[in-house]
């Protein structure tokens, strides 16, 4: 709970009668009153962990099957590969995968070559492949997850 409250301050002086060579005396008075309470709302929002099966929300996978065969192609599919200078076309590829089951689209991630995940790119049930992609290099990855009214599978990666 937090209390609200106006503070008011009175100060006297009598110098009426000043003499140099005494102290002036001066009186203060502090006044507090309570004007408004007010109550603090609690936070129901969760914050979201990393989970160690790479599933965001944390951990559940009520949803779809996950896909499976998650592969990248191009012409540096490696994505342990060094694109050589000036060559950045190289370092460009689709990702490419096999229904697990039936779900209402997938999810591609992109994890950057310090493990983060970013926000993930959605694609229609009908694909089983999205590019191009600039995947991180040397060490970024690609996964692919399915998804439904019920959740989301285990992000399945690539490499």
Do not use: K
């Amino acid at each position: 709970m937090l209390l609200l409250a106006s503070v008011s301050l009175f100060a006297a002086c009598d110098d009426d009668e000043a003499d140099p060579t005494e102290t002036p005396t001066v009186t203060t008075t502090a006044t507090v009153e309570p004007t408004e309470t007010a109550t603090e709302a609690p936070t129901d929002t969760p914050i979201e962990e990393p989970t160690e099966t790479g599933t965001p929300g944390g951990g559940d996978t009520t949803g779809p099957a996950a896909p499976t065969s998650v592969s990248l192609s191009g012409e540096l599919p490696d994505t342990s590969a060094t694109v050589p200078p000036g060559s950045g076309e190289l370092g460009r590829v689709t990702v490419e995968w096999e229904a697990g089951g039936e779900a209402d689209g997938y999810r591609v991630y992109l994890e950057d070559c310090d493990g983060a995940v970013g926000e993930a790119i959605e694609v229609e049930a009908t694909e089983t492949q999205h590019g191009p992609l600039q995947p991180c290099r040397p060490g970024g990855n690609v996964g692919v997850a399915a998804f439904d009214a019920s959740g989301e599978s285990e992000i399945v990666w690539a490499q």
